[in-house]
């Protein structure tokens, strides 16, 4: 039986892993030199039981002989090509996020923002132009919903001050006529929001109002791009100090 405990062997182990994964080496390599490292702090280790100091001491003197394993791989660049930075996957994983969030947030600021208004301002410039042109032909009407993504269903209504004729057209064909009846969408990422607009065209004498149901996103979305934004910050603030404890620290820290 090995007088060095697995939990003292564990503790010299865990020092030469950090030394192996820092090599930029081939795996065959990299094992070899764990391997090497691990049976020569060992065997300090026992040099030191041999003078009558404890295992868990013995173990903890053999490792401060070696520092840290930055002191090591410095010693071992000589031979070796050595990383200049550690746990890379870190980094990797915050830009991906970081990525990820920015895609989520610019996203959402650009559906509700811009792009709502945007459909909005075209369904009511071309409703008017087209009523002018068409006198109310519902033919207008999937060219506005079809064309604008944010919209989900409109309804147009023409009173002909003149004539006293008041004809509503709505889109799509299958829906109620009337705008209370429509089924609004409501789940936590989305929901059914209506704007309505109204417009006299006083030399043609007549009226048009219109009810557009638009989607709208809702500030889930934004909370979760947020929270993506905050893991992506703190996996790259955990890359930095593990880096800055690595290129500057002369002492090792240990952990069971």
Same mark, same amino acid.
């Given at each position: 039986m090995s007088i060095i405990n697995r939990k003292d062997e564990k503790l010299i182990r865990n020092f030469?892993?950090?030394?192996?994964?820092?090599? &930029?080496?081939?795996?065959?390599?990299?094992?070899?030199?764990?391997?090497?490292?691990?049976?020569?702090? &060992? !065997?300090?280790?026992?040099?030191?039981?041999?003078?009558?100091?404890? %295992?868990? #001491? !013995?173990?903890?003197? !053999?490792?401060?002989? /070696?520092?840290? %394993?930055?002191?090591?791989?410095?010693?071992?660049?000589?031979?070796?090509?050595?990383? &200049?930075?550690?746990?890379?996957?870190?980094?990797?994983?915050?830009? =991906?996020?970081?990525?990820?969030?920015?895609?989520? =947030?610019?996203?959402?600021?650009?559906?509700?923002? /811009? =792009?709502?208004?945007?459909?909005?301002?075209?369904?009511? #410039?071309?409703?008017?132009?087209? !009523?002018? &042109?068409? #006198?109310?032909?519902?033919?207008?009407? %999937?060219?506005?919903? $079809?064309?604008? %993504? $944010?919209i989900e269903a409109i309804w147009t209504t023409i009173s002909n001050e003149k004539n006293k004729d008041r004809s509503t057209y709505v889109f799509p064909e299958n829906l109620n006529l009337g705008v209370n009846m429509f089924e609004r969408t409501d789940n936590i990422f989305y929901e059914t929001v209506f704007h309505g607009y109204v417009s006299d065209i006083g030399n043609k004498n007549f009226q048009i109002e219109m009810n557009v149901a638009q989607v709208h996103l809702k500030s889930t979305i934004f909370f979760i791009g947020a929270l993506i934004l905050l893991l992506s910050l703190s996996f790259f603030i955990y890359w930095v100090k593990d880096n800055i404890k690595y290129k500057y620290s002369n002492k090792n820290v240990q952990t069971a």
């Open positions: 030469c892993k950090k030394v192996k994964n820092n090599l &930029k080496e081939s795996k065959h390599i990299q094992n070899e030199v764990e391997e090497e490292l691990f049976e020569n702090i &060992k !065997a300090k280790a026992l040099s030191f039981v041999n003078e009558n100091v404890t %295992p868990s #001491m !013995a173990v903890k003197l !053999a490792l401060d002989e /070696y520092e840290s %394993p930055k002191s090591v791989l410095e010693e071992l660049s000589e031979e070796y090509k050595v990383k &200049k930075t550690i746990n890379n996957k870190f980094l990797s994983f915050s830009i =991906l996020l970081f990525f990820v969030s920015a895609v989520i =947030l610019s996203g959402f600021y650009y559906w509700n923002i /811009y =792009l709502i208004q945007k459909d909005f301002d075209r369904a009511t #410039m071309d409703v008017d132009i087209l !009523a002018v &042109k068409q #006198m109310g032909n519902e033919s207008a009407l %999937p060219y506005l919903v $079809t064309e604008n %993504p $944010t």
